[in-house]
């Protein structure tokens, strides 16, 4: 039976609990154990699939089709398990399907009521499809004292009793704030913290401090005689000097030791030689590139999380520091051509990501074209793609190419998809329709023309990759494109759908409709990635 492991956060938000849950989870497995990582989302929305960027960060995507919290990512970048529809519940998912139910008679004319129905569907989850894993971790959102989150805390509160200690652990990540004028440490939010917890029925097992300087043992002695734990299970958790760190640093502290020591295990200690490694790699680079991304959502890292940590994964490929210029694409449509490249120059590689609407799409476009022309190494994901393929039609002569994403045009060299072909059969959706739930998502496969850079990147003739798109390129201009250097050299199944395209007269152009960031972990870096940076070091050789 797994053991389960709940992380919950108290004082901020913002403290790291999906890196803690991902690092400890990777601890675990280092040990031996197999393990799965699950986020539960107070808020009302269904999922994230419909929530702007800057409210809620980045949408991960997952094999399966799921769109989730970008904790989930963290959690497949630390584990290499992938996540799937059942790792990513939301109050929204829970109270649509009970209320659904509700109205087919499911319930025998009985109330609804939060206890027992919504806590017993949380409890569901957590206990879903866990009989061949030794533990299962599971996160909640929000910070302890939020009105939302207050039924998954009964509903944990009540798996501690059913299951038993010996089978559940409360991990609480909390803040003990350093208060410069008074020049200490301050114990009191996190006693506080704690003291909110169990009135909501649940004693925490084990304490991770964040702090921003070391915590005192007369601290760490203190917050366990008012917190009620051992001064063992108070885990001092200072700032890393980067993500990949923070596993070597939680076992150092003697995290997973003390929440085996709960359990009443006891195991050889971890193999970490393969976060050694990732860390020496990232902290002790032999040279350096920069990259421009030019995007959308460019004001907020975490719209762009997975990406940002994809281009790392490439650097650590090939043993440089990745700078990452964020550049705003509105900015290139007040610009002229020569201020234009006045910012790109410096760049040894561009990369225009994914996004929706039509706002920076022209600087998107300017971009490409730099890019293009100058031989600067380019890399476009999914509206990158297509805001190559745009690009390529004016080179070729297609003055009004556009998208039906941005209006009505006489040129939709991208438009959008109402049919394909999926595992499950065939999809259709309406043009129009509800934003929620239907997109092209989740993996689906591509074939790649044998004598194509990217087969020689993938190694292979056939890959899967993650898609999360409702616009397609249009196959009708494909000559057009082709005739002017655009290579389709990625296509879907049915010869129908464009994946990839690339030129073969550049250095390194390469634009994918699916999301190749959302595979890449620091220990597999994803080959796209790899071989972008290596491009971009030969760039920066040039330059």
């Known amino acids: 039976m797994a053991r389960h492991i ?25 040990r031996g154990f197999k393990v799965r990582i699950r986020k539960f989302d107070p808020y009302l929305n269904v999922d994230p699939g419909t929530m702007s960027p800057y409210q809620h960060g980045e949408v991960y995507v997952t094999d399966d089709g799921a769109e989730t919290d970008l904790d989930l990512g963290h959690y497949e970048r630390f584990t290499g398990v992938s996540a799937h529809q059942g790792d990513n519940i939301t109050s929204g998912r829970i109270y649509r399907d009970i209320i659904a139910k509700e109205r087919r008679g499911d319930y025998l004319g009985a109330t609804v009521q939060v206890i027992p129905h919504v806590t017993d569907a949380i409890k569901q989850f957590a206990q879903a499809d866990t009989d061949d894993l030794d533990f299962v971790l599971c996160e909640i959102g929000g910070t302890v004292g939020d009105i939302e989150s207050l039924p998954f805390i009964e509903a944990l509160r009540q798996l501690r009793n059913e299951l038993g200690r010996e089978q559940t652990c409360f991990v609480h990540v909390t803040l003990v704030p350093y208060i410069a004028a008074a020049g200490e440490l301050k114990t009191k939010p996190t006693q ?17 401090c964040r702090c921003e300087r070391p915590l005192p043992e007369s601290d760490r002695a203190k917050i366990a005689l008012f917190c009620n734990v051992r001064r063992e299970a108070v885990i001092p958790a200072l700032d890393a000097p980067n993500i990949y760190s923070v596993p070597v640093q939680y076992h150092a502290e003697g ?39 030019v995007g959308k959502y460019v ?90 393929c745009i690009e390529g039609a004016r080179a070729a002569g297609i003055a009004n190419a556009s998208s039906t994403e941005f209006g009505q045009t006489d040129e939709p060299v991208v438009g959008i998809i109402t049919e394909w072909m999926s595992k499950d059969g065939l999809q259709k959706r309406a043009d129009g329709g509800d934003l929620g739930g239907t997109m092209r998502v989740g993996a689906y496969p591509a074939m790649l023309s044998a004598n194509s850079h990217v087969a020689a990147i993938y190694g292979a003739n056939q890959i899967s990759e993650r898609h999360r798109h409702r616009y397609e ?44 960031e959302l595979k890449s972990k620091p220990f597999d870096p994803h080959p796209l990635f790899a071989k972008f940076i290596e491009a971009a070091v030969r760039q920066a050789r040039l330059v």
């Open 6 to 30: 709940f992380i919950t956060g108290g004082v901020v938000s913002s403290l790291g609990k999906g890196l803690m849950a991902a690092s400890l989870a990777a601890l675990l497995q280092a």
């Open 192 to 208: 506080h913290s704690v003291r909110e917890l169990t009135g909501l029925g649940i004693q925490p097992d084990v304490l991770l």
């Open 255 to 293: 995290l997973d030791a003390e929440v085996l020591h709960h359990f009443g295990m006891s195991t050889p200690a971890p193999v970490l030689t393969r976060w050694s490694d990732i860390v020496d790699r990232y902290q002790n680079p032999e040279g350096e590139v920069t990259i421009g991304v």
């Open 299 to 388: 004001g907020l890292p975490d719209a762009y999380k997975s990406l940002n940590e994809a281009l790392v994964h490439g650097g650590m490929a090939n043993r440089v520091k990745v700078h990452i210029n964020w550049i705003d694409a509105e900015i290139f449509e007040r610009e002229d051509d020569s201020e234009i490249a006045a910012l790109l120059e410096p760049m040894h590689g561009i990369l225009v990501p994914g996004g929706f609407g039509e706002r920076g799409t022209e600087g998107k476009i300017a971009s490409v074209r730099f890019a293009r022309e100058r031989q600067v190494p380019f890399f476009g994901i999914c509206l990158g793609m297509q805001m190559a």
């Open 473 to 516: 390129v249009n196959g009708a201009y494909r000559e057009a494109l082709e005739g002017n250097g655009l290579m389709f050299s990625g296509m879907s199944p049915d010869g129908l759908l464009p994946e990839i395209v690339e030129r073969p007269d550049h250095p390194w152009f390469v634009g994918v409709q699916f999301h190749p």
